[in-house]
């Protein structure tokens, strides 16, 4: 209902409401007389709520209601005052005119719930409750008691439930429901949730909210079967396209979410892959969760038909084949990525991203010698991808050709001379060197500024500390580095640092650490064995 013909209605109501019993008790003259004050008050009420239907003439039409109360104090008057007051944001009048319309009729359903408007008003929401439940216990429009459950959600979702209940009980819509199931999912109670939807559904077995909400209840529940005939049942009608394929994004994406679930039911999720993959073969997002739900459950044969399907449909797009490219990735697929990405190579040979993607697949797989022709055409094609430049300088410095690697450190630098990977790795190069040790504790502390809680930078400038010999300082950002990561090679440097402050005991005890996380370690070996 519009303001205008709220207001329309209360006029009406108001009206009807003065009383006219007055004129029959007593002498004719006394009875006209009472007659004629009551129909003057109704003059004043109708200019009144006249002048509040014009929205800013708020304070007139006070005046004309505090008039009407010269004739008849009733207590529709009372609480249009109180309205007027509201409007004019003077919630105490407010609230004083509403206790005595209260005080007059205190089953008054109006004026509790104005009541209740300027608790809330006032930041008194306990109290705005309190007056909603008053009304109650009286005769409660479904307005009324939609108000009172949204006030009750953020606090007591059961008392909530109630009242929406008792709103569907009497006018059951899928909104309701959908309201119902969200307040029974905060209470973790996933049977009721299930079935309110349920309920909802059998109003509107097409409301793509209901049908997406209801298949996650009974993927979440173990019930794959029923989840799937949910989603079935959007292709058995000629419906709207982008309607079933939400419903079947739904069910894929709830499997993808829920590994267990999808482990469990092998078989009823592959067969969901098949099935998606045939109804939706030109729908690229619906293939690719298909993809994705496959290799998640560790199917590799068909994650990679439904991967070449999504991709043929994206060709042409550099950026969408990367994306899937990652998310292959992503599942330890590494091969089928680069193989991925080799497909539409011809398409993207001048795209310097899509070559870096390429020898980035191949990195993973791992193998460098595959991953280096493409970051080096990548680089001719843009000599200003940091992220080639840091990779090939990682590569190099593995390789153990320390020249090369600290040449593409120093490229990064140059693009972006607070890049934090490379100043880390350019100052610990220096230190393992011991050259330059001055720059390799300024890059190194830059670094450690950007990252003030990560091992690896923590472990380095530690590392060039104790290369510069201030051995105390180094010993506590090593042990920090330690408290956050504490690798194989933060035990063999705590070893090292511990030495050269005398505390030997300390030093053993560091290394033993050391080759506890990694064996291999015959440095370290040889270290201990000296102490022996």
């Given at each position: 209902?519009?303001?205008?013909?709220?207001?329309?209605?209360?006029?009406?109501?108001?009206?009807?409401?003065?009383?006219?019993?007055?004129?029959?008790?007593g002498?004719?003259?006394?009875?006209?007389?009472?007659?004629?004050?009551?129909?003057?008050?109704?003059?004043?009420?109708?200019?009144?709520?006249?002048?509040?239907?014009?929205?800013?003439?708020?304070?007139?039409?006070?005046?004309?209601?505090q008039?009407?109360?010269?004739?008849?104090?009733?207590?529709?008057?009372?609480?249009?005052?109180?309205?007027?007051?509201?409007?004019?944001?003077?919630?105490?009048?407010?609230?004083?005119?509403?206790?005595?319309?209260?005080?007059?009729?205190?089953?008054?359903?109006?004026?509790?719930?104005?009541?209740?408007?300027?608790?809330?008003?006032?930041?008194?929401?306990?109290?705005?409750?309190?007056?909603?439940?008053?009304?109650?216990?009286?005769?409660?429009?479904?307005?009324?008691?939609?108000?009172l459950?949204?006030?009750?959600?953020?606090?007591?979702?059961?008392?909530?439930?109630?009242?929406?209940?008792?709103?569907?009980?009497?006018?059951?819509?899928p909104?309701l429901?959908?309201?119902?199931?969200?307040?029974?999912?905060?209470?973790?109670?996933?049977?009721?949730?299930?079935?309110?939807?349920?309920?909802?559904?059998?109003?509107?077995?097409?409301n793509?909210?209901?049908?997406?909400?209801?298949?996650?209840?009974?993927v979440?529940?173990?019930?794959?079967?029923?989840?799937?005939?949910?989603?079935?049942?959007?292709?058995?009608?000629?419906?709207?396209g982008?309607?079933?394929?939400?419903?079947?994004?739904?069910?894929?994406?709830?499997?993808?979410?829920?590994?267990?679930?999808?482990?469990?039911?092998?078989?009823?999720?592959?067969?969901?892959?098949?099935?998606?993959?045939?109804?939706?073969?030109?729908?690229?997002?619906?293939?690719?969760?298909a993809?994705?739900v496959?290799?998640?459950?560790?199917?590799?044969?068909?994650?990679?038909?439904?991967?070449?399907?999504?991709?043929?449909?994206?060709?042409?797009?550099?950026?969408?084949?990367?994306?899937?490219?990652g998310?292959v990735?992503?599942?330890?697929?590494?091969?089928?990525?680069?193989?991925?990405?080799?497909?539409?190579?011809?398409?993207?040979?001048?795209?310097?991203?899509?070559?870096?993607?390429?020898?980035?697949?191949?990195?993973?797989?791992?193998d460098?010698?595959?991953?280096?022709?493409?970051?080096?055409?990548?680089?001719?094609?843009?000599?200003?991808?940091?992220?080639?430049?840091?990779?090939?300088?990682?590569?190099?410095?593995?390789?153990?050709?320390?020249?090369?690697?600290?040449?593409?450190y120093?490229?990064?630098?140059?693009?972006d001379?607070?890049?934090?990977?490379?100043?880390?790795?350019?100052?610990?190069?220096?230190?393992?060197?011991?050259?330059?040790?001055?720059?390799?504790?300024?890059?190194?502390?830059?670094?450690?500024?950007?990252?003030?809680?990560?091992?690896?930078?923590?472990?380095?400038?530690?590392?060039?500390?104790?290369?510069?010999?201030?051995?105390?300082?180094?010993?506590?950002?090593?042990?920090?580095?330690i408290?956050?990561?504490?690798?194989a090679?933060?035990?063999?440097?705590l070893?090292?640092?511990?030495?050269?402050?005398?505390?030997?005991?300390?030093?053993?005890?560091?290394?033993?650490?050391?080759?506890?996380?990694?064996?291999?370690?015959?440095?370290?070996?040889?270290?201990?064995?000296?102490?022996?």
């Amino acid at each position: 209902m519009t303001p205008v013909l709220t207001f329309l209605c209360t006029i009406i109501l108001a009206v009807a409401s003065f009383s006219t019993a007055r004129a029959s008790v007593g002498a004719p003259s006394d009875a006209q007389d009472s007659t004629d004050r009551v129909r003057t008050a109704r003059r004043y009420f109708i200019a009144g709520t006249t002048l509040q239907l014009q929205g800013n003439r708020h304070a007139e039409a006070i005046l004309e209601f505090q008039e009407s109360l010269r004739f008849d104090s009733a207590v529709v008057t009372l609480v249009a005052i109180a309205r007027s007051y509201i409007e004019l944001k003077k919630l105490d009048r407010a609230e004083t005119y509403v206790q005595l319309a209260l005080a007059r009729d205190s089953v008054r359903s109006e004026a509790w719930e104005l009541l209740a408007e300027l608790h809330i008003a006032s930041g008194r929401y306990d109290d705005g409750i309190v007056a909603y439940e008053r009304i109650l216990q009286l005769e409660p429009t479904r307005r009324q008691l939609y108000t009172l459950a949204r006030l009750y959600e953020p606090r007591d979702a059961r008392k909530a439930i109630g009242v929406f209940e008792r709103l569907a009980t009497d006018d059951p819509s899928p909104e309701l429901y959908l309201r119902i199931a969200g307040l029974y999912d905060r209470l973790r109670d996933q049977g009721a949730v299930i079935e309110t939807l349920e309920k909802g559904r059998t109003l509107d077995r097409r409301n793509v909210e209901l049908s997406a909400r209801l298949i996650e209840s009974y993927v979440s529940a173990g019930r794959v079967s029923d989840a799937v005939s949910v989603a079935v049942d959007w292709k058995r009608s000629p419906l709207d396209g982008s309607s079933a394929t939400a419903v079947w994004g739904t069910l894929l994406q709830s499997l993808l979410q829920d590994s267990l679930v999808a482990q469990l039911h092998l078989s009823e999720t592959q067969r969901i892959v098949d099935s998606a993959c045939a109804r939706f073969s030109q729908s690229y997002p619906l293939t690719s969760l298909a993809a994705a739900v496959a290799l998640s459950i560790g199917d590799r044969d068909r994650g990679l038909q439904a991967v070449e399907m999504a991709s043929e449909m994206v060709q042409y797009d550099a950026d969408a084949l990367m994306q899937q490219a990652g998310m292959v990735l992503g599942f330890g697929y590494p091969s089928m990525a680069a193989s991925l990405l080799l497909t539409w190579q011809p398409l993207h040979a001048a795209n310097p991203r899509y070559l870096q993607a390429i020898g980035d697949a191949y990195v993973s797989v791992p193998d460098v010698d595959q991953a280096l022709p493409y970051y080096y055409v990548a680089l001719e094609l843009d000599p200003s991808l940091t992220d080639v430049w840091l990779q090939l300088g990682s590569i190099y410095d593995r390789m153990e050709q320390a020249d090369s690697a600290m040449a593409c450190y120093a490229m990064v630098l140059q693009l972006d001379p607070m890049n934090p990977m490379a100043l880390n790795n350019y100052a610990y190069m220096l230190a393992e060197q011991g050259s330059d040790l001055d720059k390799a504790r300024i890059w190194s502390y830059r670094a450690l500024q950007q990252n003030p809680d990560l091992p690896a930078y923590l472990d380095t400038y530690a590392w060039v500390l104790y290369q510069r010999g201030e051995y105390s300082e180094a010993r506590l950002f090593i042990e920090r580095a330690i408290q956050v990561g504490g690798s194989a090679t933060h035990y063999e440097h705590l070893g090292f640092i511990l030495e050269q402050l005398g505390d030997l005991d300390g030093a053993v005890r560091a290394w033993k650490m050391c080759l506890e996380k990694d064996p291999t370690r015959s440095n370290v070996q040889n270290r201990l064995d000296r102490y022996r």
